[in-house]
């Protein structure tokens, strides 16, 4: 089994519905991530957490919503979604200090915004 | 701010062609520099990392020497194969990133030909 679990794994909706993207981890490491890809412009971050109390917006939080529900899972919501939330999502884990620099990468969630 | 830029692709080589993907990065002080690779339908995953300046990384015969003087990371294989084929990307850790939040380039993808 994968070490960071991404469900759905594809999504499509359409303009205006609620969606919500859960990141289960079994590595143990108290801190996640939410990224989203676009082609030509990278991973950029939406949020992030460093423990079950600790929320932080990213670069590009506007539009998003997380819950950390417990160390090892964390959800990112889309309230209304709108087209321009196409896009893969992706959840990381690190450990504790980051020293390493290492994240841990879901398969992503493929978001499609009708 | 931070930032990462990467020579744009994509790039088609040969089988056991050299290749280059250039990384040139923008940072305050002195960020810990990575490659992450992500191949087809996958998420990304570290390839390698530099932590100080003059280091050399490597990995799967990929290497990449963090150049302070030229601010720059480019990822060398000296013979690519077929399953070399994937999008890399370059990213920064920062010296005041709280550790784990990279900053990530646009990415390049690699496409090799038999």
């Known amino acids: 089994d994968a070490d960071v679990t991404q469900t759905p794994r594809n999504r499509i909706t359409k303009t205006g519905k609620r969606i919500m993207l859960e990141c289960s981890q079994t590595?143990?490491?108290?801190?996640m991530y939410w990224y989203r890809q676009d082609p030509g412009l990278g991973l950029r971050l939406i949020y992030y957490s460093f423990d079950v109390k600790d929320i932080n917006k990213g670069e590009i939080s506007d539009g998003y919503s997380v819950s950390r529900q417990a160390q090892a899972k964390f959800s990112l919501s889309l309230e209304s979604a709108i087209p321009n939330q196409t896009a893969l999502y992706f959840c990381a884990t690190s450990d504790l200090a980051g020293v390493s620099g290492e994240l841990f990468f879901g398969e992503g969630s493929r978001l499609t915004v009708l | 701010g931070d930032s990462v830029t990467q020579m744009e692709g994509p790039v088609t080589l040969s089988e056991e062609a050299f290749l280059t993907i250039n990384c040139t990065y923008t940072?305050?002080?002195?960020?810990?520099l990575f490659w992450y690779v992500q191949y087809p339908g996958e998420g990304l995953q570290l390839l390698l990392k530099?932590?100080?300046?003059?280091d050399k990384g490597s990995n799967k015969g990929f290497e990449a020497t963090y150049r302070k003087e030229t601010t720059s990371f480019h990822l060398e294989k000296g013979s690519v194969q077929v399953s070399d084929s994937a999008v890399y990307f370059c990213a920064l850790s920062g010296l005041y990133n709280q550790g784990g939040k990279l900053i990530f380039g646009q990415g390049t993808e690699l496409s090799v030909k038999p």
């Open positions: 940072a305050t002080g002195y960020p810990s």
């Open positions: 590595k143990g490491h108290d801190r």
């Open positions: 530099a932590t100080k300046a003059d």
